[in-house]
């Protein structure tokens, strides 16, 4: 079974800003498109941020404009800088590819954003 390993979540105040980095095996990486996910307490799992193969990106509308997704295809690594963050961004932040395998989630990482 193959994992994804995120890291890069931390405690900030309202207004902060975070960077999510994700090492993915190069098998998956390099031809799939990859997404960051985050889940609430008590919410399901959802999509915020996918960036395809070529480097095409794509934003849920509560995070368009603050967050933004990156990859390096060399490290086999994808980002999500997070700026201006809201106590509402206040989730356990995965990564997987888009669509996702569910074979490939990870522990995540928690981002507690305090206001």
């Known amino acids: 079974q193959v994992q994804l390993v995120e890291s890069g979540g931390g405690l900030v105040q309202a207004g902060g800003s975070l960077r999510l980095s994700c090492a993915a095996p190069?098998?998956?990486?390099?031809?799939?498109?990859m997404g960051w996910y985050r889940q609430a307490p008590g919410k399901q799992r959802r999509l915020v941020a996918a960036?395809?193969?070529?480097?095409?990106?794509n934003y849920a509308d509560s995070v368009k404009g603050r967050f933004t997704i990156s990859r390096d295809n060399a490290k086999n690594t994808v980002y999500l800088q997070m700026n201006s963050l809201k106590p509402e961004d206040t989730a356990v932040y995965y990564c997987?590819?888009?669509?996702?395998?569910?074979?490939?989630w990870g522990r995540g990482t928690q981002v507690t954003v305090s206001s």
């Open positions: 997987n590819t888009d669509p996702y395998y569910s074979s490939y």
């Open positions: 190069g098998s998956i990486f390099s031809i799939n498109d």
């Open positions: 960036i395809t193969s070529s480097g095409s990106t």
